[in-house]
């Protein structure tokens, strides 16, 4: 009877071993940054361990039809948990590095017998040492479970102390940045949006942009936060900061708003709704402190653990897991007891604050922010809708929803619209504080943007992250800072990653000199461009700024670029492609008599027509193709300006092998500036 409490114990630890060693894998390998690594691995080994439990009965079948060792503890013990290191290594190999191999592939089958093999050898080695000696293998067991997750906890904690203070940064202007998730410009006030109630949405936000200058023609990097965001806070495209995938996180490498501030005497905080922009991706760099809300991200999140809890929660159970909420209140509560508690410090300070509130699910808190009807459930009416994925090419991207009812769009819009006056009534809070506080006077400066936009089936599906769409990437961007006219209008297309370089000419940051850099078009080791000469309003006509945005997630590729109202959009043709030949899909639009993008020609039909959808003098379709691939190119290639280590493995080999054929890279993948 002592057996099984024992066998039950011993299988607990060693599956909290296994959970161990894959939490210090993913800790390292991912590269997350975390406050407390140690608790953050505890808490992985003690859910390995519960799965190791449940692996229990399946080890002592297994090993009962195949005759092999079982009467020990150690037997029984050894394989549920090698067991279910089997599964935990295997699924991250065939998930992760033979993602778009099937398994019945010579590499992925290889993979499976050697891990297997591996297992019988591992049980093996354990099975004598416990036979020679079982006090000594424990002891091991628990000093191993005990001493990784310490040697984590003081060897990859994270934590950003403020400089030395010095005199010189007193001068300095406050800087306040400000984003608000999932913010449309079209449906702001200030960028010319009308409900048809004649309700308006924002009529604080169209108040500040009295005061300063607003940019009526500006680009997301990206349709999605993290890497929407990675390109404002390091002032890089998405090819160059690597940060694409829901695993990745922003490069040590890269420079980030916090940093520069930080080193001119700043200082720094950050309080976020979304979680995307958090610690554990990476944002944290810089920053004294960087609070999100919600549900941040743990470290069994991004175990195994974690997948199967997304599985059970959202695809069996039907739930949806958010890191966000109604929560523009709590960030400013936040914001303001930080100010407070650094109030009597004489150093500028450098603060982001981050609002989620027009991001799904759309619940506008009670107080009369409900435009006039009742709370309308918008996730489970387009939960309803089945996506269509019969045809992947002109479904543009992937699959698009059944004709939803006039209802549930304009209900939909109706709710978005109630969540944007929620936070339009928080967001005049926070600039009340600011002012109150003494940083938003005259000589500083707050910059208000989104990270990408939101669709209501212009194009077949509700939403962001999947399209490249102006509904997906026209944000808004308004300045207010000295020196900006007041009540400016500027029309010249910018990318919202210029907010980083601007931000850096503000605060007087200087980049060091490094021998031997990359040359880049910006002159620096950046892809953002400084907005500051661009504040009266006064168009800069001889230097036209290219839009480029980038949707690089799962390995499906999408791509857009814009210029002088001419943009391009490339997406994969799954129609005509196979496995080792990939064709993309181009789509071409003149923004100026087509903004909403209801129509658009492939640059082959571009090529073989008669006549320009607008009037160019002296039209040359065919010239008019190349240069709209031209553009598209351009972008490839100004997006590894300033990249940062490991963003090479972000081009594809297709990308590659077309930057050699244009002479933008050698035939070692190289690039090579100046053409």
């Known amino acids: 009877m002592n057996t099984l409490p024992r066998t039950v114990a011993l299988t607990f630890l060693l599956g909290a071993l296994v959970g161990l060693l894959e939490g210090l894998g993913v800790l390292v390998f991912l590269g997350l940054g975390f406050g407390n690594p140690g608790i953050e691995l505890f808490g992985v080994a003690w859910r390995s361990g519960l799965l190791a439990l449940l692996c229990l009965p399946l080890a002592l079948g297994v090993a009962t039809v195949l005759r092999l060792p079982r009467k020990t503890s150690t037997d029984l013990a050894a394989w549920a948990a090698l067991g279910l290191a089997w599964i935990i290594g295997n699924w991250w190999v065939q998930g992760e590095v033979f993602r778009r191999i099937p398994i019945y592939r010579p590499l992925p089958l290889l993979s499976l017998v050697g891990s297997s093999v591996a297992v019988f050898m591992l049980h093996a080695a354990m099975r004598r040492a416990a036979q020679k000696a079982p006090g000594g293998s424990r002891k091991a067991l628990i000093s191993t479970l005990i001493l990784l997750p310490l040697i984590a906890q003081f060897s990859l904690s994270e934590v950003t102390a403020p400089n030395e203070h010095s005199t010189e940064s007193d001068a300095l202007p406050d800087v306040t940045v400000v984003v608000i998730d999932t913010l449309r410009a079209d449906h702001l006030g200030t960028y010319g949006y009308q409900r048809d109630d004649g309700e308006v949405t924002s009529p604080y936000i169209d108040a500040f942009a009295e005061s300063g200058v607003v940019f009526e023609n500006t680009w997301s990097q990206a349709p999605w936060t993290r890497p929407s965001m990675a390109a404002l806070h390091s002032g890089l495209f998405c090819s160059g900061h690597t940060v694409n995938q829901v695993y990745d996180m922003l490069p040590e490498d890269a420079t980030t708003l916090a940093e520069m501030a930080n080193a001119q005497g700043y200082r ?10 958090g610690v554990t991706y990476g944002f944290g760099q810089g920053f004294e402190q960087l609070w999100t809300i919600g549900k941040p991200r743990t470290l069994s999140t991004f175990t195994r653990w974690g997948e199967l809890n997304h599985m059970v929660v959202n695809k069996i159970l039907g739930g949806f897991l958010f890191d966000g909420g109604d929560y523009a209140a709590l960030v400013n509560d936040k914001t303001f007891a930080w100010l407070d508690e650094v109030a009597e410090d004489p150093r500028p300070k450098f603060t982001y604050v981050h609002y989620i509130d027009p991001h799904t699910p759309y619940l506008p808190p009670e107080g009369g922010f409900l435009f006039d009807g009742e709370i309308y459930d918008v ?19 992937f699959a698009v929803l059944p004709d939803p009812s006039a209802e549930l769009i304009r209900e939909t819009i109706r709710m978005y619209d109630s969540e944007i006056r929620y936070v339009d009534q928080e967001f005049e809070k926070l600039l009340a504080g600011l002012r109150q506080r003494g940083l938003l006077d005259e000589g500083d400066w707050l910059i208000l943007t989104s990270d990408h936009g939101e669709e209501f089936y212009e194009h077949g599906r509700f939403g962001h992250g999947q399209s490249l769409f102006e509904d997906q990437l026209h944000v808004p961007l308004i300045v207010v800072g000295p020196g900006v006219k007041p009540g400016a209008r500027q029309k010249q297309e910018v990318n919202m990653l210029d907010i980083h370089q601007t931000v850096a000419e503000i605060i007087g940051f200087e980049w060091p000199v490094v021998e031997d850099a990359p040359k880049t078009a910006t002159g620096h080791p950046s892809a953002s461009i400084s907005l500051l000469p661009l504040m009266s309003g006064e168009e800069d006509l001889e230097n036209k700024r290219l839009l480029y945005a980038e949707r690089l997630q799962d390995n499906i590729e999408l791509r857009a670029a814009r210029q002088d109202f001419l943009k391009i959009i490339e997406i994969p043709d799954f129609e005509n492609s196979t496995e080792d030949d990939h064709y993309v899909f181009q789509m071409w639009f003149d923004l100026k008599l087509n903004r909403q993008e209801a129509t658009g020609v492939t640059v082959a039909e571009l090529a073989k027509m008669g006549s320009f959808p607008r009037e160019l003098d ?18 490839r290639f100004r997006a590894m300006d300033g990249a940062v280590k490991g963003s090479a493995a972000s081009m594809s080999p297709d990308a590659r092998a077309m930057m050699i054929k244009l002479g933008y890279m050698d035939k070692n993948g190289n690039p090579i500036h100046g053409n």
Do not use: H
């Open 268 to 277: 720094t905080a950050g309080f976020s709704a979304n979680a995307n922009v």
């Open 618 to 635: 002296a039209f040359d379709p065919a010239k008019a193709s190349r240069d709209l691939s031209e553009l598209l190119n351009q972008g």
């Open 379 to 397: 996730e489970a009416a387009i939960g309803g809708l089945k996506l269509d994925r019969t045809s992947r090419t002109n479904e543009y991207p």
